[in-house]
């Protein structure tokens, strides 16, 4: 069965790896600059790169924080969407949707990161992840 919104859920997985890449890129280099040596690491947690890295590293590993947080729920409404048979249409255009608004909020917590403009993106995205879910239960329920 192939389903128009299986392409943003693709998508939005790809993104999250082009941030994990971008996060490395920027993040390894930062650490040996500050002196951290992985090999002696033990039982820290991601924030505690927070006290000794600069904050425009740090960014991007919040953000890619941010893309395992709220878009496990985007996967789980398009998967099921996909399930029912309601993943073509507009539902698939909600899901773009969410997913270029997702980008766009990587794009500004990566470099700027403006935190008014980030929440905006962030309402934004939720409300096309609302939109995803009613959608799905008038599918179920109807």
Known sequence: MHSQ????VVALVAW???MLVWMML????AMRAAGVDL????GTKASDADRVLPPQVQ???HNYIH???QP???YAICLTHALLGSGDGVNAWIAWAYVGLRVLHSLVQATFNKV???FVLFVLSTLALVALTLHAGMAIWH
């Open 5 to 8: 919104i299986l392409a943003p």
């Open 16 to 18: 999250s790896l082009v």
């Open 26 to 29: 920027t993040r390894l280099p």
């Open 39 to 42: 090999t002696k690491l033990t």
């Open 59 to 61: 960014w991007k590993a």
């Open 67 to 69: 893309l395992m947080e």
């Open 72 to 74: 496990t729920l985007f």
């Open 116 to 118: 008014a403009v980030r």
